[in-house]
């Protein structure tokens, strides 16, 4: 079925059972295996009530396409989408600066996949995209995003210049990608409560979205490359971000 896929290895399990345990369909775990990583998932499965499979690896393989399952598959129904409401509520609730990524009409799975993986690991709170002309969570995307679509709430909105200034309104500065402009992200102050804004492949920012950006930076890049991917373009600002914010951080 679309609206189902698998996600496999401890960590990604682990993370599922912590956050997300009523999506989870089916268990698959190694019936060789018997280390306590794996006991400990065993028993947060067992506490939900689920039956579980035992299979050999050649079958676990199989189940999982060759991925690094780590002795432990489940196969889940695809993670919630949140809606403009939800991410006011969030807002509204959290203590401390705001770290969110938009990502404006990114069509491409591999590459919202390959954004969630890096929001998360560099602690971004939630994904900001549009309703229309943007990939929506699918099994792809959370393949890529290796647990990440679990974990990381992603907020669909109808109208994202509305959302840029409600973000704007509460004290959120927006920084937009841009390889037009001259200021690097190396210049700009991205420390604080920051919405990062990406554009889509190959296109980039609309000129709409740059207009309702606080400012818009660049990655110096040698003359040899044109663009980066958006993913690693992403992955770049962002932990310019994190690493902004260390700084500001030791000196306070």
Known sequence: MADIHTVYGIHSVQALLNGGAERIINVWL??????????DIKKGINNLGLRIEYA???TLEKISNGGNHQGVIVSVKLPQEFTEEALKKSLKNKEGNAFYLVLDQVTD???????????????VQGIIVPKDNACRLNATVCKVASGAAEILPVYRVTNLVRTL?????????????AGEVEQTIYDADLSGSVAIVMGAEGRGLRQLTQQHCDQLVKIPMSEKVESLNVSVATGVILYEVVRQNAIKSQHT
Request: glycine share 12%; hydrophobic share 35%.
């Open 109 to 123: 799975p591999h590459n919202l996949g390959a954004c969630l993986r890096t929001a998360l690991a560099a602690g």
């Open 165 to 177: 200034k409600w973000l704007k309104a509460e004290g959120v500065w927006l920084t937009g990608a």
């Open 30 to 39: 190694d019936g060789q295996r018997n280390d306590e990583k794996l006991q």
């Open 56 to 58: 050999d690896k050649k």
